[in-house]
């Protein structure tokens, strides 16, 4: 298991974890272009699953794609961060410290998250780019029916089957070959003006 740096300037949280509504709007496409992040590690697909520490039960589904530009199909997501525009549900500019921000606001007391990578060739990580970025907002509670519906369409994806359930899709993601598995275990409060508190301070300390 490996734990995720908590070294992350400049961004503001706006809400936490689970499937609900995002009422921010649509950033412009000149704000899109003007974030967009190209990654240079291998083009990869990964998958962030968030679970219940009581129950078990998946919470979230999102997937992170880096291709041509690094973005994080987020359907009917609730951790936003103001320096990162969205559209559709796709949120733009990436960078290594949007990542690891990204995945610990959803590391809680009551959450941990999963987060499986796997390397695909370049084309298979445009064609899913392009498939998030067309697919539109998603309805409440349907973040995973879309996350696999998005990968079912991917060349070597056709074993994930479509599903309502986090969990399920995980474990589907799972039994592809080369999967690289990470978890992340915080003990942040669930209060969700704590964490926007302690958040914002560490910001004006730095």
Known sequence: MMLISRGVAGLAMLA???????????????????????HSGPSALTLYTMINNRSGAGAHTSLMINGSQRVIFDPAGTVRLSAVPERGDVLYGITPGVADFYAR????????????????????????????????????AQCALSTAAILRQLPGF?????????????DDFAELPGVQTTKIFENDSDDKAVAIAQFEQTIVGQ
């Open 158 to 170: 056709q074993s994930v089957g479509s599903t309502w359930f986090p969990n399920r899709l995980m």
């Open 16 to 38: 936490l974890v689970g499937c609900g509504a995002d009422l921010r709007p649509d950033a412009s496409p000149e704000v899109i272009s003007s974030a967009s992040y190209r």
């Open 105 to 140: 606001a959803h590391a809680r007391e009551t959450y941990h998250v999963v987060i499986q990578t796997i390397e695909v060739p370049p084309d298979v990580a445009e064609r899913a780019l392009r498939l998030a970025v067309t697919n539109g907002p998603v309805a409440s």
